[in-house]
């Protein structure tokens, strides 16, 4: 009896692609990826996952060892995607989970170079994407209490005999293309993010902008709680060390961050700074959003996925308030703008996108 192999179609032969050609795009990020553990803040590869629940939200994270976890540099082929899916629908332009790009256009936007090894770097990237698998109960349907996926569903680049990488291709999942054209679940950052090279830097800012936003009292979070909700391996006594480095430095483009204590508890306040970064665009209709049923889209208006942008961000919910140890809220409450700063030494890092062999120690 002869064998019979199953092909699978791909799913971007169900997919109408979405070709890149906006140009520059204002760099947009997704709010549920930017307070929550989602990637290693690590230079060096990671397998062991990263399992975060505060209330009713779950994050799981898993590697497999041959690619190791998606780093926080690789969210950075994210930020991009999001930027141009948001920047082709103010344009009246349809999208789609399939993009169709060059590596050029890529690697220019997020600020590196276009180099062979920049060029092997990214598809190192998208091989982490593809290879970390995400369950989470956020953004769950009424009928369903979690969503598994990676973050890159397939990909394919396009070569020349020589080996030129001329064109490349990828997949989105579901999840996240529909947490970006939901108006209402994306943030502008500031370009000068891409120039951040920590990796607890990168997460943090991220948190600085999905959470004090332009509050003028800022946002208060105990460091123990910024701990748990970074995913980082490394101890809460080093990652409170490189918390306070972080705030000598001042790096971060439109916050200040300062350090405060109250009894033996320590504690980062962020606080609004000048600000570069527009208000995300006002509400499009979304097009191109005919790839699933509208679950997982709570934030929606009656009229489809036509949402108004909450720039003050204004939100109190507990997981974000959260602090480590016993469940309890935590010192948002607190209007005082009292900012202390700590006085420590800068240590300069340096680090390549989607580099994992530059060294490093977690």
Same mark, same amino acid.
């Given at each position: 009896?002869?064998?019979?192999?199953?092909?699978?179609?791909?799913?971007?032969?169900?997919?109408?692609?979405?070709?890149?050609?906006?140009?520059?795009?204002?760099?947009?990020?997704?709010?549920?990826?930017?307070?929550?553990?989602?990637?290693?803040?690590?230079?060096?590869?990671?397998?062991?996952?990263?399992?975060?629940?505060?209330?009713?939200?779950?994050?799981?994270?898993?590697?497999?060892?041959?690619?190791?976890?998606?780093?926080?540099?690789?969210?950075?082929?994210?930020?991009?995607?999001?930027?141009?899916?948001? =920047?082709?629908?103010? !344009?009246?332009? +349809?999208?789609?989970?399939?993009? #169709?790009?060059?590596?050029?256009? /890529?690697? *220019?936007?997020?600020?590196?170079?276009?180099?062979?090894?920049?060029?092997?770097?990214?598809?190192?990237?998208?091989?982490?994407?593809?290879?970390?698998?995400?369950?989470?109960?956020?953004?769950?349907?009424?009928?369903?209490?979690?969503?598994?996926?990676?973050?890159?569903?397939?990909?394919?680049?396009?070569?020349?005999?020589?080996?030129?990488?001329?064109?490349?291709?990828?997949?989105?999942?579901?999840?996240?293309?529909?947490?970006?054209?939901?108006?209402?679940?994306?943030?502008?950052?500031?370009?000068?993010?891409?120039?951040?090279?920590?990796?607890?830097?990168?997460?943090?800012?991220?948190?600085?902008?999905?959470?004090?936003?332009?509050?003028?009292?800022?946002?208060?979070? =105990?460091?123990?709680? !910024?701990?748990? +909700?970074?995913?980082?391996?490394? #101890?809460?006594?080093?990652?409170? /060390?490189? *918390?306070?480095?972080?705030?000598?430095?001042?790096?971060?483009?439109?916050?200040?961050?300062?350090?405060?204590?109250?009894?033996?508890?320590?504690?980062?306040?962020?606080?609004?700074?000048?600000?570069?970064?527009?208000?995300?665009?006002?509400?499009?209709?979304?097009?191109?959003?005919?790839?699933?049923?509208?679950?997982?889209?709570?934030?929606?208006?009656?009229?489809?996925?036509?949402?108004?942008?909450?720039?003050?961000?204004?939100?109190?919910?507990?997981?974000?308030?959260?602090?480590?140890?016993?469940?309890?809220?935590?010192?948002?409450?607190?209007?005082?703008?009292?900012?202390?700063?700590?006085?420590?030494?800068?240590?300069?890092?340096?680090?390549?996108?989607?580099?994992?062999?530059?060294?490093?120690?977690?």
């Amino acid at each position: 009896m002869s064998s019979r192999r199953l092909i699978t179609p791909s799913e971007r032969s169900k997919l109408d692609p979405f070709v890149v050609s906006t140009g520059d795009a204002s760099p947009r990020d997704q709010r549920d990826l930017m307070e929550r553990p989602f990637f290693s803040l690590a230079k060096a590869k990671r397998t062991r996952p990263i399992l975060y629940e505060a209330g009713d939200v779950r994050v799981e994270v898993y590697a497999v060892p041959e690619h190791g976890m998606a780093t926080i540099w690789d969210a950075d082929v994210l930020i991009w995607a999001a930027s141009q899916i948001v =920047e082709a629908e103010n !344009l009246g332009l +349809k999208t789609s989970r399939f993009l #169709r790009f060059t590596p050029y256009q /890529l690697l *220019i936007a997020v600020g590196r170079q276009t180099g062979a090894r920049d060029y092997k770097l990214l598809k190192g990237a998208l091989a982490r994407l593809q290879a970390t698998v995400i369950r989470t109960s956020i953004r769950h349907g009424e009928h369903w209490r979690r969503h598994q996926f990676s973050w890159i569903n397939e990909w394919e680049e396009c070569a020349r005999h020589d080996g030129r990488v001329e064109g490349m291709e990828f997949v989105l999942p579901d999840w996240f293309y529909r947490g970006v054209i939901d108006r209402s679940l994306v943030l502008s950052i500031d370009p000068a993010y891409f120039r951040l090279t920590g990796g607890i830097e990168r997460w943090l800012y991220r948190v600085a902008r999905k959470h004090a936003g332009r509050q003028p009292k800022g946002w208060l979070f =105990e460091i123990a709680h !910024l701990h748990k +909700k970074s995913g980082s391996l490394v #101890r809460v006594s080093d990652f409170a /060390l490189q *918390i306070r480095l972080i705030a000598a430095r001042q790096p971060f483009p439109g916050y200040s961050l300062h350090i405060e204590r109250e009894g033996r508890r320590e504690l980062l306040r962020i606080l609004p700074a000048k600000l570069s970064t527009d208000p995300v665009d006002g509400a499009v209709e979304a097009l191109g959003t005919s790839h699933g049923n509208p679950i997982g889209t709570p934030h929606a208006a009656p009229s489809g996925l036509r949402t108004h942008v909450l720039e003050s961000n204004l939100e109190s919910n507990f997981e974000s308030n959260c602090c480590s140890g016993s469940e309890r809220r935590a010192d948002n409450a607190d209007a005082s703008a009292g900012s202390p700063s700590t006085k420590h030494s800068s240590r300069q890092q340096s680090l390549q996108l989607f580099d994992h062999k530059a060294g490093g120690k977690r």
